[in-house]
């Protein structure tokens, strides 16, 4: 393979999210439910408290860019209050990145809501997405112009299949009509989100993510079909509905999905096996701790599929969850290549440290920087000078 020079203005950075790496969310869904059906999140990475110096520890190591979210829960721990202090943190940090050089790149929505936003029916009720918008508008208005890349929802396609269909993600549900209405929901809050923190001088995009369904077996016809229809509801419904800018009839139409650019989140392709049982099941690899299946050409074909909504691409997070550093940096190359040749705007790796995987508890290590758990040490992997270099017009 020739090789290929960071182009300049290609933005390298990479991702994280409050839940995942703050620490004693308290007021969020996600801690009312660990212990009993999730694993506990406790001191997470401690973010909350350590911020500043892994915001130097990124800028040190070269990275251009860090995405956080800005938790809801905080922000807003019970309905109708609101906490000055968090924000001032969230401002700080804001002005941290700056200072060292960085974009930030701000996420409004990254899964998780206050435990009274779901208590009184989260996402499936039309009429709670005032309440968002409450949280959206005092966080524009507190952090103003310091802001140029906003992402209103993280994963507006698979949130509501996680928390609403499957029922791995609080709250918890498995049910179809629910996950179609928090979808409608979700398009909808971003919106109006749209408009309130649009400004000429910043960009709002929202996150998706595209995971190519693939037969596991390409003589099976069940498989095809099963792959057809998981690439239908994961992927190409909110590329050609983000596209149209219209939400389909079927769920009620109306003009939806404002947006400057769009985060596109890809981590592997999905192989599917049709199962009489289960309806399907997905093939696994050993070589990600997620079990996803490697496949850096999924990528472009994410990024062909994605570029139908006629929008400014950037990659939002792309990352594999391993313990062996050299395939993390053998699947920054392969990726980061690609995104270059695609041209988007930039790349962000999943993730800076290693954190708090969801449902996976700490087991998975997604990060370019080791963090223990339970003594909180950071010991930056080869992986992260790799993707700092790069971040300074290094070649591939
Ligand atoms: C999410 C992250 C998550 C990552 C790896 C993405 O879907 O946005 O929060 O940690 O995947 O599973």
């Known amino acids: 393979m020739s090789r290929i020079k960071v182009p300049s203005g290609f933005v390298i950075g990479a991702a994280m999210s409050a839940y995942q790496v703050e620490g004693n969310n308290t007021n969020a869904d996600w801690w009312h439910y660990e212990g009993d059906r999730l694993p506990r999140s406790g001191s997470a990475c401690d973010f909350w408290n350590r911020y500043r110096d892994d915001i130097e520890l990124a800028a040190s190591l070269g990275l251009r860019a860090l995405r956080i979210s800005i938790a809801w829960d905080r922000i807003m721990p019970s309905e109708g209050k609101v906490d000055d202090e968090s924000m001032d943190r969230y401002i700080d940090m804001v002005k941290e990145i700056k200072g060292h050089g960085m974009e930030p790149i701000i996420t409004l929505h990254h899964f998780v809501n206050p435990i009274w936003f779901t208590t009184r029916g989260g996402w499936v009720r039309e009429d709670n997405v005032k309440y968002f918008l409450d949280f959206v508008k005092y966080v524009v208005d507190s952090i103003g112009d310091r802001v140029k890349y906003w992402l209103t929802i993280n994963e507006i396609n698979l949130y509501p299949v996680l928390a609403y269909l499957l029922g791995v993600f609080p709250p918890f549900v498995m049910n179809m009509e629910y996950m179609w209405r928090a979808l409608v929901n979700l398009l909808k809050a971003n919106d109006k989100a749209y408009e309130l923190v649009k400004k000429p001088s910043n960009q709002v995009g929202l996150v998706i993510h595209i995971m190519p369904a693939e037969p596991a077996s390409k003589l099976s016809i069940a498989d095809w079909g099963l792959a057809m229809g998981m690439n239908y509801v994961l992927n190409r419904m909110i590329v050609n509905t983000l596209a ?132 909180l040490t950071r010991r930056p992997r080869g992986s992260a000078y790799f993707l700092g270099k790069l971040a300074n017009g290094g070649s591939i």
């Open 244 to 375: 149209k800018g219209k939400l389909p009839n079927w769920l009620g139409g109306g003009e939806i999905g404002r947006l400057d650019y769009v985060g596109l989140n890809y981590y592997a392709v999905a192989k599917v096996k049709f199962n009489p049982l289960t309806m399907g099941e997905l093939v696994t690899s050993r070589q990600n701790q997620r079990g996803w299946i490697i496949n850096p050409s999924g990528l472009k074909r994410a990024i062909r599929l994605t570029r139908k909504i006629g929008k400014p691409i950037m990659i939002t997070e792309n990352g594999i969850a391993t313990d062996n550093d050299n395939d993390r940096i053998t699947y920054i190359e392969k990726h980061l290549t690609i995104a270059i040749k695609e041209k988007v705007m930039g790349y962000l790796y999943w993730s800076l440290l290693d954190n708090y995987e969801w449902e996976m508890g700490y087991r998975a290590k997604f990060g370019l920087v080791e963090c223990d758990p339970a003594t």
